[in-house]
């Protein structure tokens, strides 16, 4: 019923920035909420990590290894969270996955985008 769509990842040398953004839309009709988002991201044979994450009234939460680089943001009218990314690491070069925590009338779901490549090269 709601659809993540991710974009702004890519190629980038160490030290640069990059913006990832992700849009949550609905189907036609549907009414929807969205608590918290957040950006996760994972690397081949690891688990899924939490990289920063924010709630409705725009309260956020960072990874340790990311704290005074990176900053989330989101615009509640446009249902987008953004990711701005500073001082890139090599370390940093992961898929990215934007989520969000959605409700309905009925239930709550968890919703995840189709991953963005940031590739940070030393």
């Known amino acids: 019923q709601v659809q993540l769509v991710e974009s702004g990842g890519g190629l980038v040398q160490a030290g640069g920035s990059l913006r990832l953004s992700c849009a949550a839309s609905?189907?036609?009709?549907?009414?929807?909420?969205?608590?918290?988002m957040g950006w996760y991201r994972q690397v081949p044979g690891k688990q899924r990590e939490l990289v920063a994450g924010v709630n409705f009234g725009g309260s956020t939460n960072y990874a340790d290894s990311v704290k005074g680089r990176f900053t989330i943001s989101r615009d509640n009218v446009l249902n987008t969270v953004y990711l701005q990314m500073n001082s890139l690491k090599p370390e940093d070069t992961a898929v990215y996955y934007c989520n969000a925590d959605v409700r309905d009338s009925r239930s709550r779901y968890d919703y995840w985008g189709q991953g963005t490549q940031v590739t940070v090269s030393s």
């Open positions: 609905g189907a036609s009709g549907y009414i929807f909420s969205i608590n918290g």
